[in-house]
């Protein structure tokens, strides 16, 4: 995040040359919604993906650096240019086969300084799958959010995978317990780092999915979320629901220490760390029970909603910035009631982007207020 808040930025144009399935494209005069419609295979997704890279610094798809450069490329770059507050920026991601860099008006900066001048939301089907999906999954979104609102969360998270895949090469090179035991200390302490921030994130996106279920439900529900703790996991039942206990970074410290002793013969027996972070698991839970094995496929389209429109909420609440949507053909995925819901960020200021195969998913009304973007297998068709 740049050190000086950016207030009432939007993306106001983009151009790439031999990114993904590109050869070359230009839009320029971007307004607040922008409708990318095309058949699948035509580069939709690839858009926003170059997007997020040039607002999160990262890609929801974790791509090779090969994947990001045209097929008999040598290199790719995609850039976009931000203007508000008088201010033009432009921010470009450079690729070759061997390195990424990023660019802030001509001069390298590194991710972190890329990351939060226009924050992004990005909503895919994959994500629709978070509820019952995989703990690594929920963790990488809640991460993710936490990076773009403040650069001293990636820092965090970063040192915390460094000394654990050193934690970890030392179990395989099975290093004396001494050794373990210093490296465990600077773990723990990192780790407790880690937590604190993530609690206090969660802490604070519950209020708003909260509020958002509420009206998606019509009040029939009430929605939760319970984060447990690594050192909670042998005890807790991830099925019967608890209010969080948060402990502070010190309580949260002196716990992992102990469990990493007192477990230390299973972690040398199994080459791996098995407290910290990295296992932490994130439960959402209607009524009390666990949504991962009771939700109904409309509940939890109605939970994922809920939460991708707490990051937006969020987002705005701590960096007085509306975010940029991104919405990766979920329309289709959606019924009228939750495309409504989707619809209402837009009255509200939030610059969006949709894909979607066809356009008849979108009233007229939309459409009028719509940049239309049609795509063919041979790039642009349109773009009116």
């Keep these: 995040m740049l050190d000086d808040l950016l207030w009432g930025i939007i993306l106001s144009a983009i151009d790439c040359n031999n990114f993904r399935s590109y050869h070359q494209l230009k839009l320029d005069e971007i307004g607040m919604l922008t409708l990318i419609i095309g058949p699948n ?38 850039k976009s240019v931000f203007e508000g507050d008088g201010r033009n920026l432009e921010v470009e991601l450079r ?26 939301v990005l909503f895919c089907p994959d994500d629709l799958n978070l509820i019952k999906g995989s703990q690594s999954v929920k963790r990488t979104q809640l991460d993710l959010l936490g990076s773009q609102i403040s650069s001293g969360y990636n820092a965090v998270r970063k040192d915390y995978e460094k000394i654990l895949r050193q934690k970890n090469s030392c179990l395989k090179q099975e290093m004396p317990h001494e050794y373990l035991s210093s490296i465990n200390e600077v773990l723990a302490s990192i780790g407790a780092q880690l ?23 019509l009040g029939r529900e009430e929605v939760s979320i319970r984060y447990i703790p690594s050192w909670e996991r042998a005890e807790a039942n991830p099925e019967e629901y608890q209010e969080n206990a948060w402990v502070d970074r010190h309580t ?20 791996m760390s098995l407290y910290g972070p990295q296992i932490d698991r994130i439960e959402f839970y209607l009524d009390k029970r666990n949504a991962s094995s009771f939700a109904s496929q409309g509940q939890q389209r109605s939970l994922v909603l809920s939460y991708k429109m707490a990051e937006v909420a969020l ?45 008849e998913m979108f ?4 459409k009028k207020q719509a940049r239309i973007v049609e795509l063919g297998f041979d790039g642009v068709v349109s773009y009116g």
């Design 363 to 366: 009233d007229e009304s939309l």
């Design 95 to 120: 690729c070759s086969l061997d390195r990424k860099y990023f660019y802030l008006n001509g001069k390298k900066k590194q991710a972190h300084k890329i990351r939060g001048i226009l924050p992004s």
């Design 252 to 271: 949260a410290q002196e716990l992992l220490v102990q469990k990493m002793e007192n477990d230390y013969p299973k972690e040398h027996e199994r080459h």
């Design 195 to 217: 937590y604190h921030l993530r609690s206090q994130l969660v802490t604070s996106l519950i209020p708003y999915i909260q509020d958002y279920y509420h009206e998606l439900s």
């Design 315 to 359: 987002i705005k609440e701590k960096l007085g910035q509306n975010p940029l949507l991104l919405l990766d053909d979920v329309m289709s995925e959606l019924d009228n009631d939750r495309r409504s819901a989707l619809f209402s960020l837009l009255s509200e200021g939030i610059q969006t982007f949709i894909t979607a195969t066809n356009s």
């Design 41 to 78: 295979a035509t580069g939709k997704t690839n858009l926003l993906e170059g997007i997020q890279y040039t607002t999160a610094a990262t890609s929801f798809r974790h791509p090779t650096l090969l994947h990001l450069i045209r097929s008999g490329e040598k290199n790719s770059w995609f």
